[in-house]
């Protein structure tokens, strides 16, 4: 039994990875731009579809793919950002927040559609078989191994260009202290529109893993930006590391929920630790101030 | 002026009200019905989505709510007031056990926070089998009720639309409205804001709730995805973001307006897929360019300044 609880932990932190990377995105978007992208879950979907396209299209190595995924939706994430939440930018904080829940959503509504016009609304995955290990008596599939040795890279990265470039340490003045960064000198909008960028391609990139994992359809994108911002509230805003444990949190979560009481009871456990976290600890883990 | 305008609403109102009595067109009827629920959800949840400022994206949750409610005790042999007022007790339980751990998020967080509660609600809809009958929907027994359906919107509307004057009018909605624009001056103006805030939801539910009995008294059937699903839970947002949010009646220009377009474009447009876009699309231009909303536009103001009615669009 304890072996059991032990394969669906360490399945639940595989998983976590996953879903903290693309969590991390949509908290840096927030930090920076004060937008909380609701379309972000689609855009995961979208690095999903590319990276299917390109595993079917051309026969090229799903863990290859990142390679084009990455600047694709870095680019994209900049457009996205230059067009569409620049002019919003300016408003007050109310009329900010009206603007772009109006706007993610609508972005959201028309990416679902596009891509269930272009692509069909069926459910799609990429069958990518690499034999499992063992150690010691628990079962680790390697596609997971793999993708989770690429994300802790990828954010040991992050957090270094978090920490020692300009626009990392820009972005998180940006994030604590607003007025502060103005002050400072720092280019608000342009660092604003990169930071859109890392996001974007964040959330592709977790895409791109999550179709070798689990089948997409193009209407899940909300349900997953709740997920995800399910994550940030529990470690915290802006929190790299809370973003993190938060995803380890909810991704063995998950297992357990689904082992206990049913796979279709997975789905919500994200929705009912969100409340939970609320109740009793809504600044999160890591977190500084009440959200 | 004024008079022309309430000679004129008059005139709607009893056109409104002689209307299933002179026709025999269902399908005008039905149409009329589903207007008066998108104007009782718009309106409803434009309570705390514009005059408190907090975006309540799960609004619908009180309406599926509500239809469930009043359905599960419908097939247990239950009268439909005993339904109805279940309905109206559970929306007010839903209220106030919200109010305490959502009301501490602020803005984008609650927004999103919101809209998980309808999702969970969606999902616990489909699992929760031995209540609710999951995929299978639940089906009321069979009965001519459109007519009745009708009538109860009507008066459902109409109240709707008084208690949004009123709120407008009243203490209450000073409160609400100072609420958004500074929460914090508010509470040193000695504004308890949680009590308000938890009082705005509150009422904010009760209507889209007996709205849910109607709707399910009329359909007959009900099932996760009409009473808890996304699309129709983003519905009440964008029409009340349209029309005007935090006005008196904006929600209730957005209501008429979407709803027209659904009815008069849509319904003949048949295609798979691209209305959901043509709403995307909308949304995002209504952001940059009109995020006010139609009833602040000069379109509207003038002629309603002329009417003498401009406080509506405030």
Known sequence: MAAYLTQLVVLGILVGGLYALAAFGLSVIFGVSRVLNVAHGDLLLLGALLSYGLFF?????????????????????????????????????HELLISSVLLTLGVSMVISDISAWATGAADKGIAYSLPSMQIGGLIFPSIRLIIMGVIIVFTLALSFYLKNSYVGRAMRAITQDREGAMIVGVNIPRVSMITFG???????????????????????????????????????????????????????????????????????????????????????????AAA | MKRLALAAGALVLVYLAALPLVSRNTYLLASILILFIHIVLAQSYDIVGGHLGYLNLGHTTFFGLGTYVFSILIIRDHSPLVGAAAAVAAAILLALLMSYPFFRLRGAYFALATLGVILLFNR????????????????????????????????????????????????????????????????????????????????????????????????????????????????????AMLGGTG????????????????????????????????????????????????????????????????????
């Open chain 1, 57 to 93: 299209g051309i026969g090229m190595n799903p863990f290859v793919t990142m390679l084009v995924v990455i600047p694709v939706f870095l680019v994209f994430g900049f457009a996205i950002e230059r067009s569409l939440v620049r002019p919003i930018s300016n408003r007050s904080p």
């Open chain 2, 124 to 239: 616990l809809a489909f699992n929760l089998e031995g209540l609710t009958q999951g995929t299978a929907g639940i089906s009321l027994p069979p009965k001519d009720s459109l007519m009745q359906s009708y009538y109860l919107g009507f008066a459902l509307t109409l109240g709707m639309l008084a208690t949004s004057l009123a709120i407008a009018r009243s203490r209450f909605g000073l409160a609400l409205r100072t609420i958004r624009e500074d929460e914090q001056v508010a509470e040193t103006f000695g504004v308890n804001s949680y009590y308000y805030k938890a009082a705005a939801l509150t009422l904010s539910g009760i209507f889209p709730s007996l709205m849910g009995c109607i709707f399910a008294w009329w359909q007959k059937y009900i099932h996760p995805d009409s009473t808890f699903g996304l699309e129709i839970a983003l519905f009440p947002v964008a029409m």
């Open chain 1, 198 to 288: 890392i996001g974007t391609a964040t959330a592709a990139l977790a895409g791109s893993f999550y179709i070798m994992l689990f089948t997409t359809n193009p209407y899940l994108g909300i349900p997953l930006t709740v997920k995800y911002l399910a994550i940030i509230v529990l470690g915290g805003l802006g929190s790299l590391p809370g973003a993190l444990v938060g995803g380890i949190a909810l991704g063995v979560a998950e297992q357990l929920a689904g082992f206990y009481y049913g796979g279709r009871w997975q789905e919500p456990v994200a929705f009912i630790l969100l409340i939970l976290i609320l109740l009793i600890r809504p600044q999160g883990l890591f977190g500084r």
């Open chain 2, 247 to 314: 006005t008196i009646f904006g929600p209730l220009v957005g209501a008429v307006f979407l709803t027209g377009v659904e009815d008069l474009i849509w319904a003949n447009v048949k295609v798979e897929y691209g209305k959901l876009t043509a709403y995307g699309v909308v949304l995002v231009l209504v952001a940059i360019v009109m995020p006010q909303g139609m009833i602040r536009t000069r379109w509207f103001r003038r002629p309603l300044r002329f009417l003498g009615l401009e406080e509506a669009s405030v």
